[in-house]
């Protein structure tokens, strides 16, 4: 792929992570690998989960000898029907590159709870194995589907296309579930045909390059292992901003709303991670164990630190019923209660039709006590790290303004990656996830009983907004949100910086 640097050619990327593999004690598995993606003709096929596997065959992770993709879907396509549908969306290589890789690709139509299908699936798939004449075989199933599909989708797979010779790994995408009764039934229905180690629960948060970062950030610099607590932290907030509304997905976004949306998954892992203690290694298990345990020390949410908003006009989609409460932006307190965290409150912020679009993590230290410089309405130090766009990561420090007199204003240290990594690509999550996947790292993935900690936090609170039991309130697109949101943070201990704009660094 082009914005390389030397050493990120396609050898060094992979031995790279084999020997972080080695580290994680991961087995190097080699024989042919069978793709198969299922819902291959729509969207999250063709945006996200083909131009993934394209990557990772441009950058050599994927080789032409080793790989084959199949795509399955109820669309009546050939071969070339597919590769037509996906090739504007496969970017970044060499046309040569692109034509190798279509030409990997093979098509089978059929529907999802029928035998046949699966049948002429695993026949395409058996026949590719027996001429690839490999001692073991690798098959890799991507559900890019709606997850009401996923049990009779599934018991397919095992049924009829189980692999004889080594193994099969399932990716099984978000929404698992719309609370902790329909979550624990999709698991348990899921869990009857596959053991734990062959699901991979993917939440693409996790493949995100700053977001992987978190564990290396706290736990490799000596910096932050005395600061990472109550006795130094006010508050910390995690926030997903979007800056465009449901854009003609309003009634499928109305059965879920921001929580399910985001909140309960992507914003949620991420405060994992920043709350997490110190796991025993960097094995997959002891990772999860410990975002497990501070799950399960996240106290019953209250309502009066909730706030729900609904974008004006949100109602206007024909497919959004008149009198929906669906929140369109939501702003939930969480409080753990163990000696770390215990008084800090963890502000999970998410909306849509807002001012701008970003996701950060926003850690605000402390007032300084004895403040002789007189500049505490400047602002604290904040540490803050950018998920999107323009990944950076950045300390806000009060600093002596240039010139004669004594005066203070607020700056920063920046590591912006578009600056420090300049001829480095960042990988997209997806390529990541699927990568770990073959190689059975499910460090990133959402183990079961980690998906009903969360859903036993945020049940009782979507139960009372499905009842009514709790209102959205309005805001204008192109707002903050709800003006009660930020009294609602400022109630808990967040002070707004006035004054003071991160302006990521140019070459200009």
């Known amino acids: ?42 969207d999250l096929a063709k945006k996200k989960t083909f131009p993934a596997l394209f ?31 996906i090739r504007g969306y496969l970017k970044g290589a060499s046309e040569e590159h692109l034509s190798e890789f279509l030409q990997l690709i093979k098509y089978a139509s059929g529907s999802y709870d ?14 590719y194995e027996m001429s690839n004449k490999s001692e073991s075989c690798r098959r890799l199933f991507y559900l890019a589907l709606p997850p009401s599909v996923y049990p009779s989708v599934c018991k397919m797979i095992r049924t009829y296309c189980m692999n004889p010779s080594g193994w099969t790994r399932v990716i099984v995408e978000k929404p698992f579930g719309k609370d902790l009764d329909s979550a624990e039934e999709l698991s348990a229905q899921l869990g009857e045909l596959f053991e734990e180690n062959q699901l991979y629960r ?46 003609g997905r309003g009634g499928y976004f109305d059965q879920y709303g921001i929580i399910r949306d985001i909140i309960q998954n992507h914003l949620l892992q ?45 109602k206007d989609d024909l497919t959004v019923p008149d009198d929906s409460n669906t929140p369109t932006f939501a702003s939930v307190v969480l409080r753990v209660h163990n000696e770390r965290w215990e008084g800090v409150p963890f502000i999970l912020k ?63 240290l920046d590591l912006s990656y578009g600056m420090r990594y300049q001829n480095v690509k960042i990988p997209e999550a997806y390529e990541r ?36 039991r709790l ?10 949100g709800p003006k009660e949101a930020d009294e609602l943070s400022e109630r808990v201990g967040y002070m707004q910086t006035h004054g003071y704009i991160w302006i990521p660094p140019t070459l200009a």
């Open 202 to 247: 993917i939440d693409h948060y996790l493949g995100k390059e700053l977001v992987q970062n978190l564990l290396v950030l706290r736990f490799a610099n000596h910096l932050f292992l005395p600061l990472w607590n109550r006795d130094n932290i006010d508050n910390i907030q995690i926030v997903f901003r979007e800056d465009f509304g449901t854009d």
């Open 270 to 314: 991420v405060f994992c991670l920043v709350a997490m203690e110190k796991p025993v290694s960097l094995k997959p298990e002891h990772i999860r164990d410990e975002k497990f345990k501070v799950l399960q020390s996240v106290n019953p949410i209250k309502n009066d630190e909730v706030v729900l908003g609904q974008y004006e006009g949100y």
């Open 55 to 85: 990557h990772l065959f441009a950058q050599g992770f994927l080789q032409s000898g080793e790989v084959h993709i199949f795509g399955y879907a109820r669309s009546n396509l050939s071969d070339d029907g597919l590769r037509e549908r």
């Open 350 to 412: 998410a909306g849509k039709a807002l001012s701008s679009r970003k996701a950060e993590v926003r850690v605000q230290f402390k007032d300084v006590p004895g403040d002789i410089f007189r500049c505490k309405k400047q602002g604290r130090n904040e540490f803050v790290i950018r998920l999107q766009p323009s990944e950076a990561m950045y300390m806000k420090l009060t600093v002596k303004k240039p010139g004669l007199e004594m005066a203070t204003e607020q700056s920063e």
């Open 471 to 480: 209102k959205a309130v309005p805001y204008q697109p192109g707002s903050r």
């Open 1 to 42: 792929m082009s914005g390389g640097s030397a050493d990120s050619s396609p050898s060094s990327r992979r031995s790279s992570f084999n020997s972080l593999s080695r580290d994680l004690e991961l087995p190097s598995e080699q024989g042919c690998l069978s793709v198969v993606v299922l819902g291959a003709s729509g």
């Open 433 to 468: 996830l699927i990568l770990d996947t073959i190689r059975g790292d499910q460090q990133h993935f959402v183990r079961r009983d980690e998906l009903k900690a969360a859903w036993q936090i945020f049940t009782p609170l979507l139960h009372d907004i499905d009842a009514g």
């Open 114 to 127: 029928n035998r046949e299908g699966f049948e002429k699936l695993n026949k395409e798939i058996s026949e």
